[in-house]
């Protein structure tokens, strides 16, 4: 198979209506990207199956929305002010800035090549700060939240109160988080706005370490179900210089990016630190008292918290194939699992004349009921079936002269190319029970 490339990645994304550069017109924003029409569908496809995963598959975990601008307290109590910001030097000569950890002080600058021009290293803060009201002095000073994870925290004593919730149980959050990148790379991996899809798990304590040998198993579990290669997954467990001096434990599930092994989600044993900052700076009681035992306790927490923006990275990255035909041609395909393909099935009249065209749009509306659709009436059908492959659409629905006797249509197999025949009223079951029982078909690596 060839060598996939983030450069090919790249160039799809932007010729197929993925992902394109923020502000492109007016030279680009590093470190912002648009979702275009087929992003945004493969985007929401991860974050749907996610929610339900996470939420209405479990009834001990409930949602949540928590706003963008916090309490700026929020963020002193969870040591984001104070802690939150990376060591940094400029090169003096071509004003390059640069993450110490990332680069060699004692090396020439990788942009322009000069020695000994590195500033001292000082701390940079990733917190966008803005101000709230009418004045814009140190008091209306507010912040862009870093991370979701604190509107979870703040908010565990209303869904308690609100909620028919007793513990062991979770909140789960999905939304925007915003940090002030410097080195902003590698495509949407690493971006200044970013979403995240975190569930917060509260447990008694002595219960936590049980619970975090099971939520490893569980999000493990979520990549194969909708298709990730396992073989492109690992766990990378913290060390002593990578853990948090509040964590218990924390695993990394990393997925072989293009550019190598990278983060992808994060499960932390965060102890009972959150709760307890919180109840220090705000003075509100956030103990849970246990209606079972009687006992009062404020609860550990084991975390769970992936980054959407970086699955759909980690979706196209193992979707991608360019595989090799018969007769020397090369097919390029996105072998998404159905369950996040942006359209599910297309509609391929054979001609435009007729009346095939209007046998073929009418069944395209109907399929909409259950699936995403897209209605292709344009050039020869194998390269129609092409254009499919290449935007990872699953299922092709060919209707031709025979469809308008019997009203049966040929409905083919993206991963096999293979084409069957089947009566039209059949083609939801058909299509759900292939969904069901999708296995990857192709050249692995």
């Known amino acids: 198979m060839a060598e996939i490339t983030l450069e090919k990645i790249v160039s799809l994304c932007k010729r197929r209506g993925f992902i394109f550069q923020s502000s492109e017109i007016y030279g680009g924003l590093n470190g912002a990207y648009d979702y275009g029409p087929l992003g945004v569908e493969l985007k929401n496809n991860i974050r749907d199956i996610w929610w339900k995963e996470m939420t209405r598959l479990h009834d001990d975990i409930v949602g949540l929305d928590s706003s963008i601008l916090m309490h700026p307290r929020v963020w002193e109590a969870s040591g984001h002010v104070q802690n939150f910001s990376d060591p940094m030097v400029d090169c003096k000569q071509c004003k390059a800035r640069f993450r110490t950890d990332q680069i060699d002080l004692s090396a020439a600058c990788p942009t322009c090549g000069t020695k000994d021009s590195f500033t001292e290293p000082r701390n940079f803060n990733l917190m966008f700060s803005t101000h709230i009201g009418a004045a814009s002095d140190a008091s209306s000073k507010i912040y862009l939240r870093p991370e979701t994870a604190q509107g979870i925290y703040v908010d565990f004593k209303n869904v308690v109160s609100s909620s028919r919730v007793k513990i062991p149980f979770g909140i789960a959050q999905v939304g925007k988080s915003f940090r002030n990148e410097i080195t902003t790379k590698h495509f949407i991996f690493r971006s200044c706005e970013f979403e995240q899809m975190e569930m917060q798990w509260f447990c008694a304590p002595g219960t936590d370490e049980a619970w975090f040998a099971y939520w490893k198993e569980q999000r493990m579990a979520f990549y194969h179900r909708i298709g990730i290669r396992p073989t492109h997954l690992r766990w990378h467990q913290h060390g002593s210089d990578e853990l ?126 259950e699936f995403a659709t897209f209605y292709d009436e344009s050039g020869a059908i194998g390269r129609r079936y092409r254009r499919m492959d290449e935007i990872g659409t699953p299922y092709c629905v060919t209707v031709d002269y025979q469809s308008k006797d019997d009203q049966t249509v040929t409905l083919r197999y993206r991963d096999s190319m293979e084409q069957v025949r089947i009566p039209a009223s059949d083609l939801v079951s058909a299509i759900k029970a292939a969904t069901k029982a999708y296995k990857r078909v192709g050249t692995e690596s």
């Open 244 to 369: 948090a001096f509040y964590a218990k434990d924390a695993y990394d599930i990393q997925y072989l990016f293009p550019m190598g092994w990278q983060e992808l989600e994060g499960v932390h044993n965060r102890t009972d630190y959150d709760l307890t900052q919180h109840q220090n700076f705000s003075g509100k009681e956030m103990s849970y008292l246990d209606p079972v035992s009687g006992e009062r306790y404020i609860p550990y927490v084991v975390e769970t918290s992936a980054g959407l923006t970086r699955n759909v990275l980690m979706a196209l990255s193992d979707a991608y194939e360019e595989e090799a035909l018969e007769g020397g041609d090369v097919r390029t395909v996105l072998r998404f699992h159905p369950l996040i393909a942006p359209i599910t099935v297309a509609v391929l009249p054979l001609v435009k004349k007729d009346g095939i065209a209007e046998v073929a749009k009418s069944l395209e509306q109907t399929l909409r009921d």
